[in-house]
């Protein structure tokens, strides 16, 4: 991938994305921007690879993608006046982020899928993983672009959407800034948020790490947690899953 220089500088004047990385190959971007992050790095530097060799899900998944074919980009983050328990807006505004940045690049909104992922049809498009950094939190999202893997449940890439060739590199200048116009603008976060993600409604089994819960999605609460409405009628709230 390759950003034109006028590109960076337009982001830098107008995004907190004033340091872009771009990378052939890492372990994982995420693991990249979090080593920066422990270096003192400030908010604002976006790494993105080509390739990664260890590329993250969450619970020790792993994130598959063939060199080249996929947006695979992390933002590090300092989120001054957000309380820890509200971080996980950082997912959520990273997630309608990415809608933008398809509907922007690609003419289509794909959905958002609680907690961290973007579908279309039920197919995986894109996922995201926030992870702290001591005060700073690191994003990551991988966006199938051009293909994707073949893994249980399916996945969907942005040109098989948009019946074209999309320019990576225009999803990611569209990611920055719709996400750099999200930032601080919490509560309109979650509200869209709530308003957008496609679980709500849907009957659910959410998985945990002691076992699983099923019931109805009946909504999302100001944290950001999934209001689950078991079979007695127990509505419980779930904070990741
Ligand atoms: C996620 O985890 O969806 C978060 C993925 C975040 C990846 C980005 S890439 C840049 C940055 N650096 C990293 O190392 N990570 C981030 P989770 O909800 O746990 O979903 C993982 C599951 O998605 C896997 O177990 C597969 O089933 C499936 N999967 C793996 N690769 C996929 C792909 N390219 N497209 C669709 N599904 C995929």
């Known amino acids: 991938m390759h ?4 590109v960076l500088l337009g982001l830098a004047a107008t995004t907190r994305f004033g340091d872009v990385r771009l990378l052939d190959e890492a372990t994982s971007t995420n693991t990249v921007a979090a080593e920066a992050a422990a270096a003192g790095a400030p908010e604002g530097l976006v790494v993105v690879a080509e390739h990664q060799s260890a590329g993250r899900g969450r619970l020790g998944r792993r994130w598959e993608a063939a060199p080249g074919t996929s947006l695979l980009v992390s933002v ?5 006046g957000l309380p820890r328990e ?5 997912t959520a505004a990273a997630g309608i982020a990415a809608r933008t940045a398809c509907g922007e690049g690609g003419g289509f909104f794909p959905r958002l899928k609680w907690p961290n992922d973007l579908i ?16 700073a ?15 249980p449940g399916g996945a969907a890439s942005v040109d098989e959407v948009a019946g074209r060739a999309v320019p990576r590199e225009d ?3 569209a990611w920055l800034r719709a996400l750099d116009g999200l930032l601080g603008r919490w509560d309109e976060v979650a509200a869209a948020y ?6 709500v409604g849907r009957r659910v ?14 909504g999302l609460d100001p944290a950001g947690r999934l209001l689950l409405r078991e079979a007695d009628g127990t509505l419980r709230a779930i904070g990741a899953g």
């Open 86 to 90: 509200r971080w996980h807006l950082l």
């Open 171 to 173: 999803l990611l200048v």
């Open 76 to 80: 590090l983050l300092r989120p001054e």
């Open 120 to 135: 279309v049809e039920d197919r995986k498009l894109a996922g995201i993983l926030a992870e702290t950094s001591g005060d």
């Open 205 to 218: 089994r959410v998985t945990l790490p002691g076992g699983s819960l099923e019931g109805l999605a009946e």
């Open 3 to 6: 950003l034109d220089e006028r």
């Open 194 to 199: 709530a308003a957008l993600c496609a679980t």
């Open 137 to 151: 939190v690191v994003v990551g999202m991988g966006l199938n672009c051009s293909a994707a893997p073949e893994v």
